[in-house]
Nanobody, 115 residues
Framework: QVQLVESGGGLVQPGGSLRLSCAAS????????MGWYRQAPGKQRELVAS???????NYADSVKGRFTISEDNAKNTVYLQMNSLKPEDTAVYYC?????????WGQGTQVTVSS
């Protein structure tokens, strides 16, 4: 089992920045990729960014050039740096981790971009 705990969400004005953190614990040695999804009200959950265990990254077109995913293996933590935030980035952001048998999800953290 893997446990994921997100932090760093909140309210920010358009154009502002936030950094989300996701701390993983438990059977983390099997994890081969981690990422961030988001779900806005009335919309489907969508992939925002992912990073694999070789450091390869993938981003949704809507966040390329604004968001950066990174990891600190010593802290078993993945980060999502979000810059130039827009109102359409408002959503609940979920951290995910994949191992060969299962996908794990965090509880989610709310990000609201509004003036």
């Amino acid at each position: 089992q893997v446990q994921l705990v997100e932090s760093g969400g909140g309210l920010v004005q358009p154009g502002g920045s936030l950094r989300l953190s996701c701390a993983a614990s438990g059977s983390i040695f099997r994890i081969h990729a981690m990422g961030w999804y988001r779900q806005a009200p009335g919309k489907q959950r969508e992939l925002v960014a992912s990073i694999d265990n070789r450091g390869g990254t993938n981003y949704a077109d809507s966040v390329k050039g604004r968001f950066t995913i990174s990891e600190d293996n010593a802290k078993n933590t993945v980060y999502l740096q979000m810059n130039s935030l827009k109102p359409e980035d408002t959503a609940v952001y979920y951290c995910t981790a994949e191992d060969p048998r299962e996908d794990y999800w965090g509880q989610g953290t709310q990000v609201t971009v509004s003036s």
